[in-house]
């Protein structure tokens, strides 16, 4: 036991690296494994329609509404330094330093809410193939022996129920969290420092589910033990849901990065979560409620 807990200790520094690295480790498996191209034409070319679809009505909009707050941000500054004494009209200067990292830091948050929305919209569209894709490569790494026996015709009606009852819990668990550091960001100054870097950890914490999900459904996991091996990983988790938003936040590159990071996520499973002690119980667990949480609350 001690031993396993030093081995922990040790571990924790390089662990949010080690998840970091799962992305790129797809996209090199993606490069030099041709079987796999198949599998992914068709999720990308949703992918694109989601993204299309999210700049068109997100992005741009967004980006005009931050230029006029941001003119008027300049408009009433300006006028109120110019009613100052001569010497204080430095603080033109500064106003327009602090306008441009307001403006920076204005739609670095939208492009990561168009990133998060291009996820949630991408997974669940997509889920058919992304399916098929991580069954492919558990295969590859597992070997079929260690897969979830085939389910009847009927599952598919199940699977629709699950994806969707996923979603609503996803839903509530956001909104939960965001409330919580809304009110946390009402405290001046250190309140929404706090407020900022709980919105990133909900981000990071809910696209690390997406892209862990394919995994973990076809073991039928209910959704608080899908949370339960996110947290348990942690930070190995930490560096994989960060770098996983972070690749689906930039523009262009997020039309073919969700893909990627399912395969990561599916890559992150074999490697760390299937083989771990932490959660082979969870994975060997199977909910009688096909909805998958109706029992053992």
Known sequence: ??????????????????????PLRAAWMIARTPKLWGYLIAPIVVNILV?????????????????????????????????????LHWLDAASGLIGGVLDFVLIVLLLLVTGFAIVQFGTLLGAPWYGQLAERIETDRLGAAN??????????????????????????????LVVVFVAIGSVPVLGTLIAGTGGLITSTLITCLDFLDAPLERRRLRFRDKLKTVLV???????????????????????????????????????????????????????SDPFGDRTHR
């Open 1 to 22: 036991m001690a031993r396993s807990w030093l081995t922990r200790l040790i571990s924790l520094p390089i662990d949010p690296i080690l998840g970091a690295l799962y």
């Open 51 to 87: 993204s299309l679809g999210l700049y068109a009505g997100l992005l741009f909009p967004g980006l005009k509404a931050i230029d006029a707050l941001q003119l008027g941000i300049e408009s009433r500054a300006g006028e109120a330094i110019s009613q100052l004494p001569t010497w």
């Open 147 to 176: 897969l979830p026996a085939p389910e009847g015709p009927l599952a598919i009606v199940q699977d629709i129920s699950r994806a969707l009852l996923f979603e609503v819990k996803k839903i509530g668990l956001t909104l939960g």
């Open 233 to 287: 990983h942690l930070p190995a988790t930490a560096g994989f849901g960060l770098v996983c938003l972070f690749v689906v936040s930039v523009p262009i590159v997020n039309l073919v990065s969700v893909p990627v990071c399912v395969m990561a996520g599916t890559l992150f499973f074999c490697d760390r979560i299937f083989t771990s002690s932490s959660t082979s119980g969870l994975l060997t667990q199977a909910p």
